[in-house]
Structures are given as C-alpha cells and as structure tokens.
C-alpha cells in the first residue's frame, strides 16, 4: 500500500479492500480509493481525534512545532490496553439494502456480497466492551439482536468445528436450534440439543414437515446461520443458501454467513441478556466521564 502511494504520489488517507481466497494464500486488491470519505469521519468519532482537522492543517503547512499532531482522547493506545481501559471500542456495521431490490417476480435478490458497491451506509456501535458495542451495532443497522426463540444452523463441513461454542452457549442461552441433518449430527455429537429440519431442496416432508425456508417465512426462525459450500448427496447448498437468504430478507431476520459472525452475535446476545447496553455521547466519551 505505501509503494502504491509513493508511485502515485499520493498523499493523505485512503482505504485499500483486500479479499482473501478461501483455502489459499492469495491476497487480491479489491479497491484503492484515495477518499476515505466514510473511514476518516468514523475513525474520527472512534478516537475523538479530529482528523480532518489534521489533514487540513497539513495541506496548510503548519509548523511542526505545533499541535498539528493532535492527541487521541480515548484513554491508552491500543497497544497498553488492559482488561480495566475505559477507552471504548468501536464496531463497524455496513447497512445493506438487499430489501428495497426485487427481481422481476417480486422475490428479493441474494444478499451474497461480490465485488460491486452494494453499502448504502455504515453505522457505528461504542461501548467499553465488544460484545455490547456489537449489539449496539445491529440495533443502528439492522434492529436488535433476538434474546431468545429459535436460532437455524446449517454450515458446510469445514465451518462446522467453528459453531460448536457458539452454538452450545445460544443454547445455554434457552435458544430452540434447528439445523439441517447433517449439522444436527454434529451437535448432537457435542451434547447440543437440536431439532432436524428439512432443506428447502428435499421439499415438504411426507407428514407435511415444512422445509426451513417455509419456517423462516412462517416467523418460526429468530436468526439463521448459513455457509453453503459445494454439494453434497441429498441437496444443493448454494442453491438452498440462495432460498434461505432470500427468504431472510423478506421476513427481516438476522443473518450470519461465517463463525467469526456468529460469534460476534453470541456475544452480542449475552449483553442484551446481561442489561450491559446504554447510551452515551461522543462528548461523554470523549471527557471520559465515568
């Protein structure tokens, strides 16, 4: 990135996109923009350092002699954090508006992300602790996260070590789980109490058993986590994960497509459940009021 801005001769901030292919050891530059006009005002708001400020007073060629380094508010740096920092952490959530496009049936599309620019807004959670500034993430995004019903989990097999903690603990937590047969056997293997739900490509069952796309269109399903991958001898994944992500746009449900995710949402839950969730301003967090 800095061999780029030197060949550009580029100076000032700018956001690189760096996707990772899955299995491998390749790094791909996705995007370079030289804007960052969504990064630098949430870094600013993250740190209470005015950025911008900074930025100006650079291109003005102040004296380095003054203050146009300006100090970062938000306690210790991140490196001499400790359990007890009262310098906040802040979670970036993209708003995605999967729900305002439809097909020409009228179905929504897939809420698959490729390379184009699907964002329309980014939202921000700040708290002390990261699974309540998670929370407070997808309530600005996308509403609260569920405190308890039914949670559906179905996830290709080199996902399925990764849901096992979480999983266990949602069900802790008094969540029902449901998940297709072959992620049923796996938690079952782990002590995890779950119900076994058809896939949307085995249709209806012989004594009518809905498949988990009509549940989740029924409101039988709180939050959903999905992460097809190739096929397999009963069904389709991708095309049952398509079904499934259209069917939870339509009905508003959380959506989880990897573990990292999940995790973050357990978390999440926990200090929904917990009462840890309030509201401060940037000021009080830039005073570091108590």
């Known amino acids: 990135m800095l061999d780029r801005g030197h060949r550009t001769r580029r100076r000032g901030s700018w956001v690189d996109q760096h996707p990772v292919r899955s299995g491998r050891r390749h790094l791909f ?9 969504r990064t630098v005002p949430f870094v600013s ?8 400020k900074a930025a100006a007073r650079d291109h003005a060629r102040c004296d380095r002699r003054s203050s146009c380094v300006l100090r970062v508010c938000y306690g210790p740096p991140a490196t001499a954090r ?19 496009f439809r097909t020409v049936d009228g179905i929504s599309v897939d809420t698959i992300l490729g390379p184009e620019m699907k964002s329309t807004g980014e939202v921000m959670g700040l708290d002390v602790a990261f699974g309540t500034a998670f ?9 609260p996260l569920p405190t308890k019903g039914t949670v559906f989990v179905s996830v290709a097999n080199r996902d399925k070590r990764f849901v096992i903690f979480p999983v266990k603990r949602l069900a802790d937590l008094g969540f029902e789980i449901l998940a297709t047969a072959g992620t049923a056997s796996m938690l079952r293997r ?22 988990i796309v009509e549940a989740i269109l029924d409101g039988q399903v709180d939050m959903i986590f999905n992460t097809p991958h190739g096929l397999s001898s ?27 995710g999940l995790a973050a949402a357990v978390q999440g839950i926990e200090a929904i459940i917990a009462g840890n969730v309030s509201v401060r301003s940037l000021q009080s967090w830039s005073r570091n009021d108590p």
Not at 45 to 52: C, E, V
Not at 135 to 143: E, L, M
Not at 190 to 211: I, L
Request: proline residues 6%.
């Open 29 to 37: 530059v996705l995007e370079a923009n030289p804007r960052a006009s």
């Open 45 to 52: 708001k993250a740190t209470a350092t005015p950025l911008a």
């Open 82 to 100: 400790t359990e007890d920092s009262s310098a906040p952490i802040a979670v970036k959530e993209a708003v995605m508006p999967f729900n305002r």
């Open 135 to 143: 929370a407070k993430s997808q309530v600005a995004g996308f509403g």
């Open 190 to 211: 782990h002590g995890v109490v779950v119900t076994t739900v058809r896939k949307f490509s085995q249709g209806v069952g012989p004594d009518g058993e809905k498949t």
């Open 234 to 260: 009963d069904g389709r994944p991708r095309f049952d994960g398509y079904e499934i992500r259209t069917a939870a746009v339509r009905s508003q449900h959380s959506l989880r497509h990897d573990g990292t």
